[in-house]
């Protein structure tokens, strides 16, 4: 069992750059497989971000490749995505999900595939 907690949302204007943190607790973080999705009003909940357990491998949807990074400190237990050339429509709710993996290196972009999923962080970007 493992419960998540992200921060770091807020109000940025266009352009501007944010850092979410995604804190876990509980034991064997590192086991984990990480990934981060956001939900616009209106809209489903879409993929954004993945990370292997390792960080081996990351994963980027098409919208964000480029301008959003992940990365992960096992040490921590935590997992950060970081913005940049933040645009108005990304503005959502953005959740972290993880899932225990017995794999080191791979990613996951469906939701159906994670098992715990945290309350979300409020995003805006004003224009």
């Known amino acids: 069992q493992v419960q998540l907690v992200e921060s770091g949302g807020g109000l940025v204007q266009a352009g501007g750059s944010l850092r979410l943190s995604c804190t876990a607790s509980g034991r064997s973080f590192s086991m984990y497989s990480m990934g981060w999705f956001r939900q616009a009003p209106g809209k489903e909940r879409e993929f954004v971000a993945a990370?292997?357990?390792?960080?081996?491998?990351?994963n980027f949807a098409d919208s964000m490749e480029g301008r959003f990074t992940i990365s992960r400190d096992n040490a921590k237990n935590t997992v950060y995505l970081q913005m940049t050339s933040l645009k108005p429509e990304d503005t959502a709710v953005y959740y972290c999900?993880?899932?225990?993996?017995?794999?080191?290196?791979?990613?996951?972009?469906?939701?159906?595939?994670?098992?715990?999923w945290g309350q979300g962080t409020q995003v805006t970007v004003s224009s």
């Open positions: 999900a993880a899932r225990s993996d017995l794999y080191f290196g791979r990613t996951y972009s469906k939701e159906y595939e994670y098992t715990y």
């Open positions: 990370i292997s357990r390792a960080a081996y491998q990351t």
